[in-house]
Nanobody
Framework: QVQLVESGGGLVQPGGSLRLSCAAS????????MGWYRQAPGKQRELVAT???????NYTDSAKGRFTISRANFQNTVFLQMNSLKPEDTAVYYC?????????WGKGTLVTVSS
């Protein structure tokens, strides 16, 4: 069984930065693709960024140039560094672990970008 716990969310002013973390339990992390998703109020959950087990990354257009996804296999942790935050980045951010056709999700961490 895999458990994912996100942290690092909070209130930040426009233009500010946050670093989200997602810690995974179990032994699947090192061989699994990881992803960050977000869900804004009244909207569907959407992809933000992914990173493969070997470190290949992919970003949505809204995240390119501002967000960086990375992973530390020795810590079983994936990160999302978010810079130049905008009010439209306000959402609950979720971590996902994908392996063998099975997805595991964390409970999310709230990011609010507001002055």
């Amino acid at each position: 069984q895999v458990q994912l716990v996100e942290s690092g969310g909070g209130l930040v002013q426009p233009g500010g930065s946050l670093r989200l973390s997602c810690a995974a339990s179990g032994s699947l992390f090192r061989t699994s693709a990881m992803g960050w998703y977000r869900q804004a109020p009244g909207k569907q959950r959407e992809l933000v960024a992914t990173i493969s087990s070997v470190g290949n990354t992919n970003y949505t257009d809204s995240a390119k140039g501002r967000f960086t996804i990375s992973r530390a296999n020795f810590q079983n942790t994936v990160f999302l560094q978010m810079n130049s935050l905008k009010p439209e980045d306000t959402a609950v951010y979720y971590c996902r672990l994908s392996r063998g056709g099975v997805d595991y999700w964390g409970k999310g961490t709230l990011v609010t970008v507001s002055s």
